[in-house]
Protein backbone atom coordinates (compact mmCIF):
# COMPACT_ATOMS: atom_id res chain seq x y z
CA UNK A 1 0.00 0.00 0.00
CA UNK A 2 1.95 2.76 -1.46
CA UNK A 3 -0.67 5.76 -0.04
CA UNK A 4 0.24 8.97 -1.51
CA UNK A 5 2.72 9.19 -3.74
CA UNK A 6 4.18 13.04 -5.41
CA UNK A 7 6.57 13.10 -8.06
CA UNK A 8 8.90 14.65 -8.49
CA UNK A 9 11.02 15.24 -5.20
CA UNK A 10 12.81 17.83 -6.84
CA UNK A 11 12.45 20.28 -9.54
CA UNK A 12 14.04 23.35 -10.51
CA UNK A 13 12.06 25.57 -12.74
CA UNK A 14 12.94 29.37 -14.93
CA UNK A 15 10.77 31.66 -14.08
CA UNK A 16 8.06 31.67 -16.99
CA UNK A 17 7.90 28.22 -17.51
CA UNK A 18 4.97 25.56 -16.92
CA UNK A 19 5.16 22.44 -15.21
CA UNK A 20 3.06 19.62 -13.10
CA UNK A 21 3.33 18.31 -10.09
CA UNK A 22 1.97 14.87 -9.83
CA UNK A 23 -0.21 13.07 -6.87
CA UNK A 24 -1.57 9.58 -6.90
CA UNK A 25 -2.96 7.88 -3.95
CA UNK A 26 -3.89 4.02 -3.46
CA UNK A 27 -6.63 4.57 -1.19
CA UNK A 28 -9.68 5.17 -2.99
CA UNK A 29 -9.96 8.82 -0.84
CA UNK A 30 -12.76 10.80 -2.05
CA UNK A 31 -10.81 13.99 -0.86
CA UNK A 32 -7.65 15.13 -2.31
CA UNK A 33 -5.83 18.44 -1.55
CA UNK A 34 -2.34 20.47 -2.48
CA UNK A 35 -0.86 22.53 0.15
CA UNK A 36 2.50 24.45 -0.26
CA UNK A 37 4.73 24.97 2.99
CA UNK A 38 6.67 28.06 3.00
CA UNK A 39 9.57 28.81 6.29
CA UNK A 40 7.66 30.54 9.34
CA UNK A 41 4.06 30.28 7.83
CA UNK A 42 2.75 26.64 7.75
CA UNK A 43 1.07 25.03 5.27
CA UNK A 44 -1.63 27.18 2.93
CA UNK A 45 -4.49 25.22 1.24
CA UNK A 46 -4.23 25.57 -2.57
CA UNK A 47 -6.46 23.59 -4.01
CA UNK A 48 -8.71 20.65 -3.25
CA UNK A 49 -11.30 18.41 -4.54
CA UNK A 50 -14.20 16.82 -2.83
CA UNK A 51 -14.45 13.55 -5.64
CA UNK A 52 -13.82 13.01 -9.57
CA UNK A 53 -15.02 15.89 -11.39
CA UNK A 54 -14.75 18.62 -8.54
CA UNK A 55 -12.22 21.08 -7.68
CA UNK A 56 -12.31 24.37 -5.39
CA UNK A 57 -10.42 26.64 -4.58
CA UNK A 58 -8.29 26.89 -1.45
CA UNK A 59 -6.59 29.90 0.41
CA UNK A 60 -3.96 30.43 -2.05
CA UNK A 61 -4.91 29.55 -5.52
CA UNK A 62 -3.68 31.86 -7.49
CA UNK A 63 -1.10 31.12 -10.47
CA UNK A 64 -2.41 26.95 -9.60
CA UNK A 65 -5.03 24.72 -11.57
CA UNK A 66 -6.10 21.39 -11.01
CA UNK A 67 -8.31 18.97 -12.49
CA UNK A 68 -9.61 15.86 -11.14
CA UNK A 69 -9.98 13.24 -13.95
CA UNK A 70 -9.94 9.96 -11.52
CA UNK A 71 -10.42 9.43 -8.18
CA UNK A 72 -6.55 8.33 -7.36
CA UNK A 73 -4.89 11.31 -9.40
CA UNK A 74 -4.67 15.08 -8.44
CA UNK A 75 -2.03 16.97 -10.38
CA UNK A 76 -1.35 20.13 -9.71
CA UNK A 77 -0.11 22.71 -12.77
CA UNK A 78 2.01 25.82 -12.72
CA UNK A 79 1.15 27.73 -15.90
CA UNK A 80 3.72 30.40 -15.59
CA UNK A 81 6.28 30.00 -12.77
CA UNK A 82 7.36 32.91 -10.28
CA UNK A 83 10.08 32.89 -8.10
CA UNK A 84 7.15 33.31 -5.53
CA UNK A 85 6.13 29.88 -5.85
CA UNK A 86 9.43 28.56 -4.62
CA UNK A 87 8.10 26.52 -1.79
CA UNK A 88 7.47 22.98 -0.46
CA UNK A 89 4.32 21.21 -2.26
CA UNK A 90 2.67 18.57 -0.22
CA UNK A 91 -0.49 16.45 -1.24
CA UNK A 92 -2.65 15.42 0.90
CA UNK A 93 -5.68 12.93 0.60
CA UNK A 94 -8.61 11.48 3.17
CA UNK A 95 -12.11 9.30 3.53
CA UNK A 96 -15.11 11.66 3.02
CA UNK A 97 -15.76 14.49 5.58
CA UNK A 98 -12.76 13.97 7.36
CA UNK A 99 -14.13 12.93 11.00
CA UNK A 100 -11.11 13.66 12.97
CA UNK A 101 -8.75 10.61 13.89
CA UNK A 102 -11.45 8.28 11.74
CA UNK A 103 -10.60 9.66 8.85
CA UNK A 104 -7.19 11.85 8.97
CA UNK A 105 -5.01 13.35 6.30
CA UNK A 106 -2.40 11.28 4.81
CA UNK A 107 0.47 13.34 3.40
CA UNK A 108 2.45 12.51 0.46
CA UNK A 109 6.63 13.35 0.79
CA UNK A 110 6.37 16.40 -0.82
CA UNK A 111 7.99 18.27 -3.84
CA UNK A 112 10.94 20.73 -3.41
CA UNK A 113 10.47 23.43 -6.39
CA UNK A 114 12.95 26.38 -6.45
CA UNK A 115 11.87 28.73 -9.27
CA UNK A 116 14.78 31.16 -10.21
CA UNK B 1 -1.88 30.63 9.04
CA UNK B 2 -3.12 33.64 10.60
CA UNK B 3 -5.85 32.00 12.20
CA UNK B 4 -3.67 29.40 13.94
CA UNK B 5 -0.61 30.72 16.14
CA UNK B 6 2.52 28.56 17.79
CA UNK B 7 5.84 29.55 19.11
CA UNK B 8 9.18 28.39 16.77
CA UNK B 9 11.27 26.82 18.18
CA UNK B 10 11.89 24.85 21.69
CA UNK B 11 14.54 23.23 23.43
CA UNK B 12 14.12 20.44 25.66
CA UNK B 13 16.45 17.77 27.32
CA UNK B 14 16.31 14.38 27.02
CA UNK B 15 13.53 12.58 29.51
CA UNK B 16 12.38 15.92 30.42
CA UNK B 17 8.37 16.85 29.36
CA UNK B 18 8.07 19.19 26.62
CA UNK B 19 5.09 21.62 26.41
CA UNK B 20 4.17 23.13 22.43
CA UNK B 21 1.57 25.79 22.77
CA UNK B 22 -1.20 26.81 20.13
CA UNK B 23 -3.36 29.31 19.71
CA UNK B 24 -6.51 29.53 17.14
CA UNK B 25 -9.45 31.83 16.24
CA UNK B 26 -12.23 29.96 14.87
CA UNK B 27 -14.51 29.26 18.13
CA UNK B 28 -16.48 26.74 16.00
CA UNK B 29 -13.77 24.14 14.86
CA UNK B 30 -15.21 21.04 15.32
CA UNK B 31 -11.49 19.40 15.56
CA UNK B 32 -7.90 20.25 16.71
CA UNK B 33 -5.01 18.93 15.78
CA UNK B 34 -1.26 17.97 16.02
CA UNK B 35 0.70 16.70 13.11
CA UNK B 36 4.26 15.85 13.35
CA UNK B 37 6.75 16.23 10.68
CA UNK B 38 10.28 14.60 10.64
CA UNK B 39 12.87 16.31 7.70
CA UNK B 40 12.23 15.53 4.00
CA UNK B 41 8.86 14.11 5.35
CA UNK B 42 5.42 14.69 5.19
CA UNK B 43 3.39 14.73 7.94
CA UNK B 44 1.34 12.30 10.02
CA UNK B 45 -1.36 12.68 12.33
CA UNK B 46 0.26 12.21 15.74
CA UNK B 47 -3.67 12.70 17.95
CA UNK B 48 -6.57 14.87 17.41
CA UNK B 49 -9.26 16.50 20.19
CA UNK B 50 -12.81 17.08 19.99
CA UNK B 51 -14.25 20.32 20.53
CA UNK B 52 -16.53 19.56 23.04
CA UNK B 53 -13.30 17.46 25.31
CA UNK B 54 -10.58 19.07 27.59
CA UNK B 55 -8.22 16.57 27.72
CA UNK B 56 -7.33 13.65 25.68
CA UNK B 57 -4.21 11.29 26.61
CA UNK B 58 -2.56 8.76 24.40
CA UNK B 59 0.32 7.19 26.21
CA UNK B 60 3.57 10.06 26.48
CA UNK B 61 1.16 12.80 24.55
CA UNK B 62 -1.59 14.60 26.63
CA UNK B 63 -3.68 16.96 24.94
CA UNK B 64 -5.37 19.85 26.54
CA UNK B 65 -8.24 22.33 25.24
CA UNK B 66 -9.02 25.28 26.84
CA UNK B 67 -12.11 26.29 24.86
CA UNK B 68 -12.32 29.80 26.61
CA UNK B 69 -8.93 31.05 25.31
CA UNK B 70 -9.05 28.87 21.98
CA UNK B 71 -5.70 27.80 23.23
CA UNK B 72 -4.44 23.91 22.55
CA UNK B 73 -1.24 21.99 24.21
CA UNK B 74 0.85 19.03 23.18
CA UNK B 75 2.50 17.41 26.08
CA UNK B 76 5.17 14.95 25.44
CA UNK B 77 6.64 13.00 28.76
CA UNK B 78 10.08 11.65 28.74
CA UNK B 79 11.06 13.30 25.69
CA UNK B 80 13.17 11.46 23.57
CA UNK B 81 15.53 12.38 20.53
CA UNK B 82 12.99 10.57 18.40
CA UNK B 83 10.56 13.26 19.58
CA UNK B 84 12.81 15.91 17.64
CA UNK B 85 10.75 16.94 14.86
CA UNK B 86 8.08 19.88 13.53
CA UNK B 87 4.78 20.04 15.47
CA UNK B 88 2.06 21.76 13.79
CA UNK B 89 -1.28 22.42 15.29
CA UNK B 90 -4.15 22.65 12.85
CA UNK B 91 -7.94 23.67 13.47
CA UNK B 92 -10.68 22.32 11.00
CA UNK B 93 -12.73 24.96 9.21
CA UNK B 94 -16.55 24.55 9.28
CA UNK B 95 -18.10 23.01 5.99
CA UNK B 96 -15.79 19.47 7.09
CA UNK B 97 -13.18 18.02 4.22
CA UNK B 98 -10.41 18.11 6.22
CA UNK B 99 -9.97 21.31 5.17
CA UNK B 100 -7.66 21.96 7.26
CA UNK B 101 -5.88 25.22 9.18
CA UNK B 102 -2.02 24.89 9.91
CA UNK B 103 0.33 26.39 12.71
CA UNK B 104 3.72 27.76 11.12
CA UNK B 105 4.78 24.59 13.07
CA UNK B 106 6.90 24.58 16.24
CA UNK B 107 10.44 22.91 15.77
CA UNK B 108 11.05 20.53 18.87
CA UNK B 109 15.06 20.14 19.14
CA UNK B 110 15.93 17.47 22.09
CA UNK B 111 19.13 17.33 23.69
CA UNK B 112 20.80 15.24 25.83
Known amino acids: NAGVTQTPKFQVLKTGQSMTLQCAQD?????MSWYRQDPGMGLRLIHY???????DQGEVPNGYNVSRSTTEDFPLRLLSAAPSQTSVYFC???????????????FGNGTRLTVT | GEDVEQSLFLSVREGDSSVINCTYT??????LYWYKQEPGAGLQLLTY?????DMKQDQRLTVLLNKKDKHLSLRIADTQTGDSAIYFC????????????FGAGTRLAVHP
Open chain 2, 90 to 101: AESKSGGYNKLI
Open chain 2, 49 to 53: IFSNM
Open chain 2, 26 to 31: DSSSTY
Open chain 1, 49 to 55: SVGAGIT
Open chain 1, 92 to 106: ASSHGQGTGGNSPLH
Open chain 1, 27 to 31: MNHEY
